[in-house]
Structure formats: structure tokens, C-alpha cells
């Protein structure tokens, strides 16, 4: 399968289509700033994607820098990000996040530093490394995970090890384009339940053996 390929033709199939009530990344306009992703990533663990975008506008709107975020109140923080999963758990480790930025002078740009901090895994600081420092890195959430396994272009059964399978089959040059491809595919043509295979540009590649 030629890779490159492939995530072309997902890019461009939805690029043509409109799915009104998606949030699309111009909306989310935190993500530019290594703070805002690294917090907004915490916050869309097992949450789905439009209510980790209504928590981190919320969030961001009343707490915007890394100091600000440090000396707010749990109570508060709870009360701004109560739209995800495990809000009370998140509350915390984004104040200890924030605090541990204001220590450290920034986020840290590396993996292994950043999964030390609190609820930092590795699809999170992959996230951080790819779209805060533009660093070869592969973030794989649950829509990469299950389309590249749906595809067949893996076969892993946790995202960690789908992220080390995807390392040896993609070029380096093209890691950073496959979280936001797959995303963004996942969200809106290859869906968990009932995908739109009709509307699948790559159809014909793909290993799913319930496609229609």
C-alpha cells in the first residue's frame, strides 16, 4: 500500500465533504501553543472530541497561561472542565501540570520527560511533540489507532503498540501528517460504529471485514 497515497486520499475526501456540528481545527485556537495542547490533550482521554473542545474553550477563555492555571481552585478548575470523563482526576493533574510549566520555564520537548508528569502518556506527549514542536512523532488516539488497524496497515491490540508498528511502516518524513489525517477521517468517514465506506476513498485497501 503506498502510504503516502493513502493519507492524501483521506485528506482530500473530506476536505470535499461537509459534516456540519464537527469542530474543525481552525476552531480549536488553543493548538498552537505547547500549554494549550498538552492540557487539551490531558483533557480528551476517553472523552469524545466535541466536549473536550466546549472544556478547553472554557478552560482557556478563564485560565489562559500556565500561571493562571496554577493558582486557580480545584473547585473551579472541576466546574470548567466537568464536560470530560474523570473531570475531578484531570482538575488535578492540569493544576499540577500548570505548575510544573511555571517550574520548568516551558513544557519539556521530550517524551520521556513529559510522561513523568501526571496523566502524561505517550499518546499525549506524542501530541505535544507533533503539533507544539513540529517533532517526527506519531500520536496515536483511539481514531489512529482503529483505523490503521482497520485498514490493515497494522495488527496491534493496544494504541502503544500500534504507535511502534506504525514507526517501522511509515517514512519519518510523514509521521506528523497521520494523527491529524486519521483524526479527522475517523471523525467523519471511518467511524467506530456504522463507517461510510461508501464515501471511503480507499476502499478498495482496506482489510475491514464488516465494510459495505
Not at 492555571?69 to 500548570?98: C, D, H, Q, T
Not at 519519518?172 to 467506530?192: D, S, Y
Amino acid at each position: 500500500m503506498d502510504l503516502r497515497w493513502l493519507l492524501t486520499s483521506m485528506r482530500g475526501s473530506i476536505e470535499r465533504m461537509a459534516f456540519p456540528g464537527l469542530i474543525d481545527e481552525e476552531d480549536t485556537w488553543w493548538e498552537k501553543d505547547p500549554f494549550h495542547i498538552l492540557v487539551a490533550t490531558v483533557l480528551s482521554q476517553r472523552t469524545r472530541d466535541l466536549n473536550t473542545y466546549h472544556a478547553s474553550s472554557e478552560l482557556f477563555q478563564r485560565f489562559n497561561t500556565p500561571e493562571e492555571m496554577s493558582e486557580a481552585s480545584i473547585e473551579e478548575l472541576e466546574s470548567l472542565v466537568r464536560p470530560v470523563g474523570f473531570y475531578r482526576a484531570k482538575a488535578k493533574a492540569i493544576k499540577e501540570i500548570a505548575r510544573l510549566v511555571v517550574e520548568n520555564g516551558g513544557v519539556p520537548r521530550d517524551i520521556d520527560e513529559m510522561t513523568r508528569w501526571p496523566m502524561v502518556g505517550r499518546k499525549t506527549a506524542n501530541c505535544v511533540m507533533t503539533y507544539a514542536f513540529k517533532e517526527p512523532a506519531i500520536c496515536v488516539d483511539t481514531h489512529v489507532h482503529r483505523i490503521s488497524n482497520r485498514l490493515g496497515i497494522v495488527s496491534c491490540a493496544t494504541p502503544d503498540e500500534t504507535e511502534m508498528a506504525l514507526r517501522k511502516v511509515f517514512p519519518k518524513a510523514l509521521w506528523c501528517e497521520i494523527n491529524g489525517t486519521m483524526v479527522r477521517f475517523g471523525q467523519k468517514i471511518c467511524l467506530p460504529r456504522n463507517p461510510r465506506c461508501s464515501q471511503c476513498p480507499v476502499r478498495k485497501e482496506c482489510a475491514y471485514p464488516d465494510k459495505k
